[in-house]
């Protein structure tokens, strides 16, 4: 049992120290670049700081093909090993796309490597409450609203979802 004990907590220590000592800025570029080259998503005019497990991230636009599709305040980053979140404070509609007109209070995105094929993320602001899953090896996207008044009259939004009869909110569901 002492051998064990001995063994587990050399594990946390070396998961801890990995954690803390990992370049996180330089991380985080390896993350630009990587979006930039599989998805044409680009993070820009970003101010970043790094502390001991995570980064943070301000005033950033988000591009996706020279688009501007979002704006946010601050994005906080965790880079674990066995878990990663991201989660945006005062994410809004970016400048290309302004006939959407959201805003996102928090929005919370995490990846664990204990689930690898799902990415979980929610939300909630002016366009209400929001859920969704990423099943990466299925390529499906599920989204679940909960819609405020604002955005059930947004036409343009919401034909793409169909009404939950099991939990009164709207569902979106897409392969890619």
Do not use: C
Not at 59 to 77: H, R, S, T, Y
Not at 79 to 89: C, G, M, Q, R, V
């Amino acid at each position: 049992m002492k051998l064990f004990m001995k063994i587990l907590s050399s594990v946390l220590i070396f998961f801890i120290v990995l954690i803390i000592t990992l370049p996180k800025i330089n991380l985080w570029y390896g993350i630009e670049h990587f979006l930039n080259d599989k998805s044409k998503i680009i993070i820009d005019d970003e101010k970043i700081s790094s502390n001991l497990i995570g980064l943070k991230l301000s005033d950033g636009k988000i591009l996706f093909d020279n688009m501007e599709v979002a704006q946010f305040d601050n994005l906080k980053i965790t880079p674990a090993i066995l878990y990663n979140s991201f989660d945006f404070e005062n994410l809004k509609t970016g400048r290309d796309v302004k006939q959407f007109d959201f805003n996102l209070d928090n929005f919370h995105i995490e990846y664990s490597v204990i689930r690898p094929t799902k990415v979980v993320f929610e939300g909630k602001g002016s366009i209400g409450e929001i859920y969704g899953r990423v099943l990466i090896f299925k390529r499906e996207l599920n989204i679940l609203l909960f819609p405020t008044k604002k955005m059930l009259k947004a036409i343009i939004f919401m034909k793409h979802f169909k009404k939950n009869e099991g939990n009164g909110g709207y569902l979106y569901e897409a392969k890619f």
